[in-house]
């Protein structure tokens, strides 16, 4: 899958997860900082990736994942 | 023996006088110089008055001066002075100490307030505790909520008659070593052992429960009717306690007020309310504006502003919640009852659904735009829920000879692990009938995000095998046997239990159902024949704990590994040590995670004001240390190293076979 789908994917989940203008998400954003994720909407955000790729996620290494462009990094190991 | 004339003329010349000094008797040992303004009513016998008492400090004479005493036995060395009307009808034990007490009086077959009617949970009725000196967490959870069996609330209700009746008196106690210092009114109040009373505005019907070992203070300002504290409470700073019963060791102050309402051993209720509260061990509300009302709840915390909800103005106030152990509720939080909050579940926010989710514990239940949201075992995560677990036990604060209340501590139980595999249970329910087009789906009043459902269910998952493995691994390690069938041995359970899976809290003892059963079989039948021999069955079921914990693991591991502990062979003790290591591995990460993030850019938030981003650091490491110092996270990493080593541990010790 090419970087760029996978971006675009993110986008789409971190914005329905957060409730959020998918313009809002960047490359560069912070779940936490810059986007509003607590503790529980992270649980959810792995979820949704899950769901979106269908694709198995190690949960303590997908948390200590803190940006948008980190998380693309982190699925693209994942589904290639 | 009576006083001499002798001595009637010594005593007059000191302003005594007697409404007849032959009822009047006196130690061979009393130091007449030492009664002095004292009027005489009925018979009263005085104790030698040798010796001086400290007051505020300042060494006194023992003694009585200016009092009134009616009816009344002074032990020896009691020093009693300037008694405001009088102390009527009291047995008064050695070394007490009585001074500037407006009136102290009991009344003919007062009972002290035994046989109080605690309108507890339900503030209609319906869930009433009688008071009762000995009353303990166990005999008042079977008076509140177990209300089933007609036969049975008869039966037992004829104990506690027992009970009330044995607490009837023709006159008041104040047992040795008390001290009443400077109160108001006390009527038809028991004062035991070397309880301090401390400027108390007023006490009426109740029983002060104290011992040498743990006195109990009852301070300035307080109002108390129809009441028992027990041994080692505090009850200061006005508070106000109507019909209440105060455990063992409890801190109740601050302008407190409670009416109707129990807390057993180690409350803490500062500041708010409470009305018709069962308060198991644990009870802990600190802030003001907060209301506890129509609630049983035991280990449970009260963030400031709490608020619950029994009325609906339809039937008047006769809805209750129940917030199994652990429950916490944050800054204004606010609950409509009825409700059923799981063990070790956290409320954030305003509630206006009923909530019933006994199967989900360890979950936030938090407010959102739709209503109310629930993240099933999130506070698996948390690290506060370690610091609880941890301070529970340490803040056992009793230290009388006699612990009324049986408290089962920890966390991890098999009460709280079967609540888990109910709560994977109904997510993998959930899991299974949710369509991927539905984001939410609503399950006991709240609403589940459909994504969390996997992710939430591998935590009780995770919970369950961790607890499960853990305890099988603890005992092949405990186990010195030379050959694997003696180890397997080692596992098989004793089969006393016949359901071991189903458990219960009584009043923060954790026990299995059936034994509770038995119990209440027993009361019924009549072969318990006392509230006495009640409590000492509860404490044999304490004392069976670690039995009926290891007949809970065999049943459960059974049904979770397809066979029980003592059929495993050596090589699926291997697997079931991976398993073991990848769940405890799993949870501890996280809680490890949680507690770094107490240092993380967040809780920088407000520090350093006017300062570099470097003295912002250092003002935050020097007021809150860091993830290096920090004692909570220093222990964790040591637990992760100590998992580390019992995981090569038992790798080592399993190879041997």
């Not at chain 2, 009725?125 to 079977?142: E, F, K």
């Not at chain 2, 009443?180 to 009114?185: A, E, N, P």
Request: glycine share 8%; aromatic share 8%.
């Amino acid at each position: 899958m090419e970087r760029s789908e996978i971006a675009q994917r993110v986008t789409k989940v971190v914005a329905r997860v957060l409730a959020i203008d998918p313009a809002e998400v960047l490359p560069a954003s912070n779940f936490v900082f810059d986007l509003g994720a607590d503790s529980m909407k992270s649980i959810e955000l792995i979820a949704g990736f899950e769901e979106e790729f269908s694709i198995e996620m190690d949960e303590d290494r997908a948390r200590e994942v803190q940006t948008v462009d980190g998380a693309v990094d982190f699925i693209a190991q994942l589904v290639q | 023996m009576s006083v001499s004339q002798s001595q009637i003329e010594r005593l007059t010349a000191q302003g005594c006088t007697a409404q007849d000094w032959s009822t009047v008797v006196l130690d061979a040992t009393t130091d007449l110089s030492r009664i002095q303004r004292t009027h005489f009513l009925g018979t009263v016998r005085v104790g030698s008055t040798a010796g001086d008492a400290t007051v505020d400090g300042v060494s006194l004479p023992c003694g009585i001066y200016d009092a009134t005493l009616a009816d009344c036995s002074v032990g020896a060395n009691v020093r009693i002075a300037r008694i405001g009307s009088a102390i009527a009808r009291y047995d008064i034990g050695d070394g007490a100490v009585i001074q500037d007490v407006a009136a102290m009086t009991a009344e003919a077959g007062a009972t002290f307030g035994a046989g109080t009617e605690v309108e507890t949970v339900n503030e209609a009725g319906g869930r009433v505790v009688r008071l009762y000196p000995t009353l303990s967490a166990q005999t008042a959870y079977l008076q509140a909520f177990r209300r089933h069996s007609a036969g049975l609330h008869r039966t037992f209700a004829r104990l506690i008659d027992a009970e009330v009746n044995g607490a009837r008196r023709e006159r008041g106690t104040v047992e040795a070593h008390a001290r009443i210092l400077h109160c108001g009114k006390l009527c038809n109040v028991n004062v035991g052992p070397h309880a301090v009373l401390r400027g108390v505005a007023l006490l009426a019907h109740g029983t002060i429960l104290s011992a040498a070992e743990h006195p109990t203070l009852v301070g300035e300002g307080v109002q108390a009717r129809n009441f028992v504290i027990a041994e080692g409470a505090t009850v200061t700073g006005g508070a106000l306690l109507e019909k209440v019963y105060i455990g063992q060791a409890s801190k109740v102050g601050k302008q407190f007020s409670a009416e109707n309402s129990i807390f057993f051993a180690n409350a803490e209720l500062f500041h708010g309310e409470a009305v018709a509260v069962f308060g198991g061990p644990y009870a802990v509300t600190h802030h003001k504006g907060t209301l506890l009302i129509a609630a049983g709840l035991s280990f449970y915390n009260a963030g400031s502003g709490t608020n619950m909800s029994n009325h609906m103005y339809k039937l008047g106030p006769v809805h209750q919640g129940l917030f199994e152990r652990g429950t916490k509720t944050g800054s204004f939080a606010y609950v409509l009852h009825e409700t059923h909050v799981g063990a070790f579940s956290v409320i954030i926010g305003k509630h206006y659904t009923n909530i019933n989710t006994p199967d989900l514990p360890f979950s936030y239940i938090h407010e959102s735009e739709s209503g109310s949201e629930i993240v099933p075992g999130m506070n698996l995560l948390s690290v506060g829920l370690v610091r609880d677990g941890e301070k529970w036990p340490k803040r056992d604060g009793r230290r009388a000879p006699v612990r009324r209340d049986l408290i089962s501590f920890g966390i991890f139980t098999p009460y709280a692990v079967e609540k888990m595999r109910a709560g994977r249970a109904v997510l993998q329910r959930l899991q299974d009938t949710t369509p991927k087009d539905k984001a939410v789906v609503h399950y006991g009043g709240v609403a589940i995000k459909r994504l969390l459902f996997k992710n939430c269910g591998k935590y009780y998952a995770q919970g369950v095998t961790r607890y499960l493995t853990g305890r099988v691994l603890d005992r092949i390690e405990a186990t010195r046997a030379s050959s694997w069938p003696a180890v397997q041995e080692a596992l098989r359970a004793s089969a006393v239990l016949r359901d071991p899976l189903v458990w219960t809290d009584v009043g923060g003892l954790l026990l299995p159902v059936e034994r509770l059963r038995a119990v209440e079989a027993d009361i019924e039948s009549g072969t318990l024949k006392s509230v006495a021999e009640v409590d000492q069955r509860f404490a044999a079921i304490a004392a069976a704990y670690e039995q009926d914990e290891w007949e809970y693991v065999c049943a459960a591991f059974a049904q979770e590994y397809g066979a029980a502990p003592h059929a495993l062979t050596r090589d699926r003790a291997l697997e079931i040590l991976a398993a073991y290591e990848t769940a405890a591995n799993g949870l501890h990460a996280k809680v490890a995670d949680d507690s770094r993030k107490e240092f993380d850019a967040f809780a920088h938030v407000s520090f350093g004001l006017g300062m570099t981003d470097e003295e912002r650091m250092a003002d935050f490491t020097a007021v809150r240390g860091s993830v290096d110092t920090n004692a909570v996270v220093q222990k964790l990493r040591q637990e992760q190293d100590a998992l580390v080593g019992r995981l090569a541990h038992l790798r080592e010790l399993l190879a041997k076979f």
